[in-house]
């Protein structure tokens, strides 16, 4: 394998290495859905004026798993855009843009004194080259740098999401304690009447 096959192959390991991990975070976003709306549920449905010691553990628990969704959610944006600096991923140039800039060396080399078209061109082509695998070196090893970077990203919002699914797991004592306390109560109703019907 040659050095300019080498390097072409890294190039485009490296864009489907991109289109891999951004696909691959929807799955977190769907999970981080989900034990978001679990928290949002179990809080709004827990009573914090039954039982105290219940409701301060039921408070910590729920504050710990508020705190994990958010490093979660924070390490997800995080492998989706780097915030204000983005992900640059770079590219080799257009074709066109790329043509005209062979024969712009093709150009150059024919203007040379005692040059031909035979004896232009081979320098052109080796320049040429030389420059496309400059450009892959340095688009791949950029491409490569972001990877690394949103894997990491994404790696660490995987741990905070798995170490919220624990804390909610553990919110899951103190709401059903609660819930079985509500449940064994007698509901009271209380009516009032408003105005006596006329017999």
Not at 34 to 40: C, M
């Amino acid at each position: 394998m040659s050095q300019g096959e080498f390097y072409k192959d890294q190039y485009d390991k490296s864009l489907d290495c991109k289109n891999e991990i951004n696909t691959s975070l929807s799955t977190p976003i769907g999970i981080l859905t989900v034990l978001i709306a679990s928290l949002y549920f179990a809080s709004t449905n827990f009573d914090f004026n039954e039982n105290y010691i219940i409701s301060i553990a039921f408070v910590i628990v729920g504050s710990i798993s508020l705190y994990l969704l958010a490093a979660s959610i924070f390490h997800l944006i995080r492998a989706l855009s780097d915030f204000h600096n983005g992900y640059d991923y770079a590219y080799l140039n257009d074709t066109d843009v790329l043509d005209i800039y062979y024969h712009g060396l093709v150009t150059f080399y024919l203007s040379q004194p005692g040059a031909s078209a035979t004896t232009s061109i081979l320098p052109a082509e080796k320049e040429f080259e030389e420059y496309i695998l400059q450009e892959l070196i340095k688009s791949t090893g950029i491409n490569q740098k972001n990877n690394k970077s949103k894997i990491f990203q994404r790696f660490k919002c995987h741990k905070f999401m798995i170490y919220s699914l624990i804390s909610l797991s553990l919110l899951i004592i103190p709401f059903g304690i609660d819930f079985w306390v509500k449940k064994n109560v007698e509901k009271v109703y209380r009516v009032r009447m408003e105005s006596i019907i006329p017999s």
